[in-house]
């Protein structure tokens, strides 16, 4: 009976402490990506720039909705509407994936997954010594020095330079899905994270996350970029409404 009780307790808990162990710095990166690029968008869309800013975002908001069409062609969901760009930004209107349970998750997360792809390869071709922002240390003056020395090395007189800065940035923005996306892939994608925790607790077999982590780093370094330039556009905003109130 004590063993019957120790196997039930076993099950209820569908991860040990060595699979969070080896996801926690994957887990918490993608967080931190996600809660950056909302709180760039809020900040961005209530400066004086308002939602409309992401004219201003076109490549990224083309990719985004391009990531949706091709996911709706890969899980067998016929696209009815798709209109890669609109002045508040896109959309993309399919029917039911024909893969069940997981064809939801990967529409709604596949500009996610698109856009950190084309960040860490796209930023490669930047004329820059290194694009690591956690070389000096994880504090914030860390991260202070480790930007502007990419900043100041950068080639400013290239314009394929500032192009490619364009597109990364423009993309790490928009990449994160939309509240109607999380919506759509909420519970498919907990059933899948339950059942791969599960399968890592019994089997002890681990995804790869070196590659991931880099590719979640190249882009959490733009967001970080992109985040003090909008605050700095959103103070200005909030300076020009109160002198004029």
């Excluded at 089997?203 to 970080?224: C, D, G, K, R, V």
């Amino acid at each position: 009976m004590n063993y019957f009780h120790q196997f039930l307790k076993y099950l209820i808990i569908p991860f040990s402490p060595e699979v969070f162990l080896h996801y926690r710095t994957a887990i918490a990166l993608l967080l931190v990506v996600i809660i950056l690029s909302f709180i760039i968008d809020f900040l961005l869309a209530h400066s004086f720039l308002g939602p409309k800013y992401r004219i201003l975002l076109a490549p990224g908001v083309i990719i985004h909705e391009l990531a949706h069409g091709f996911a709706c062609l890969f899980t067998g969901a016929k696209v009815s509407e798709m209109a890669l760009f609109e002045k508040d930004g896109g959309h993309v209107k399919h029917t039911r994936p024909k893969i069940p349970i997981i064809g939801p998750v990967i529409i709604s997360l596949a500009p996610l997954v698109a856009g950190i792809v084309i960040i860490y390869f796209t930023s490669k071709y930047l004329s820059a010594v290194d694009l690591s922002i956690f070389k000096h240390g994880y504090t914030a003056k860390a991260v202070v020095t480790a930007n502007s020395a990419i900043i100041k090395n950068l080639a400013h007189f290239s314009l394929r330079n500032w192009i490619l800065l364009y597109i990364v940035i423009s993309t790490a923005v928009t990449m994160v899905p939309s509240r109607q996306d999380f919506i759509n892939a909420f519970f498919p994608l907990l059933l899948l994270i339950l059942a791969f925790l599960i399968v890592s607790k019994f089997t002890h077999w681990y995804l790869p996350t070196a590659t991931f982590n880099m590719l979640l780093l190249s882009a959490l370094n733009l967001l970080i970029l992109m985040l003090i330039l909008s605050i700095v556009i959103f103070a200005i905003s909030n300076f020009f409404r109160n002198s004029a109130s």
